[in-house]
């Protein structure tokens, strides 16, 4: 089931743990998802409340086609894709500049830049544990770039069983303050205690980075009872739920 609804995307599926939901926005770049557990409801029911919760009952609401809704999305992972690695090309060609052949303005230019202007910072991967995971506002949250320590902290919220009705969750977060539209994103990794690799399919733009292909690799290290499969092209997916705390 999918639909256009002002200028986002919402598409949603009966799942292996309950309807696997995502919402886009108007470039089919995912913005949010997550996977609604309640099976006692109908597709129908569950996704007139996510969207109700989403602040978008009020808007428009046209039906469209599930399967043409996903192709526009891989398009446009594709698309992105090809203009990093098209960034990237024109940075490995582009010639080294012999700062003795340049006039003595250009040279003074160029150094008055280099030491006065703030390097620019390449994207980089936070993570987060909750104890809330949907909504991180209703209980502790922790945060950080040491993915040790996040983990700790993670691992100490699941042990806690009086936190378990919240509904834990542990991730990444994307960084790039100069791009507004992509930093901050979050995708859920662990849900609960289950490792749900799989979500970093639908994030294309992530999924490339190295630092997201390491640490889910750090996290198989740490629980080596979780099996994987190779899914899609960017990364392992996780299939089996299991218990990340060994007796």
Request: glycine content about 4%.
């Amino acid at each position: 089931m999918a639909y256009q609804i002002g200028e986002q995307y919402f598409a949603i599926q009966l799942g292996t743990e309950g309807y696997d939901y995502s919402i886009y926005n108007h470039q089919y770049q995912l913005v949010d998802g997550g996977i609604f557990d309640d099976l006692d409801l109908s597709i129908e029911e569950v996704a007139q409340q996510i969207i109700s919760d989403e602040g978008l009952a009020v808007v428009e609401r046209i039906p469209m086609d599930y399967e043409l809704l996903q192709e526009k999305v891989e398009m446009a992972e594709e698309a992105l894709l090809e203009e990093v690695r098209e960034r990237t090309m024109e940075e490995v060609n582009k010639p080294l500049a012999k700062v003795e052949e340049l006039e003595e303005a250009n040279y003074n230019m160029i150094d008055n830049v280099l030491n006065n202007m703030p390097p620019k910072k390449e994207p980089y991967l936070e993570y987060y544990a909750a104890e809330c995971d949907e909504y991180h506002d209703m209980a502790k949250m922790y945060r950080g770039d040491d993915l040790a320590e996040i983990l700790a902290r993670y691992r100490a919220i699941v042990e806690d069983p009086t936190l378990d009705y919240y509904g834990n969750g542990m991730g990444f977060i994307y960084r790039d303050p100069d791009n507004s539209l992509y930093d901050e994103t979050e995708i859920t990794i662990i849900s609960g205690k289950s490792i749900h690799g799989e979500n970093l399919d639908h994030v294309a733009y992530m999924a490339a980075m190295p630092a997201a292909q390491d640490a889910l690799e750090k996290i198989e290290l740490l629980f080596l009872s979780i099996a994987i499969i190779h899914q899609k092209k960017y990364r392992k997916h996780f299939i089996q739920s299991i218990c990340l705390l060994k007796n």
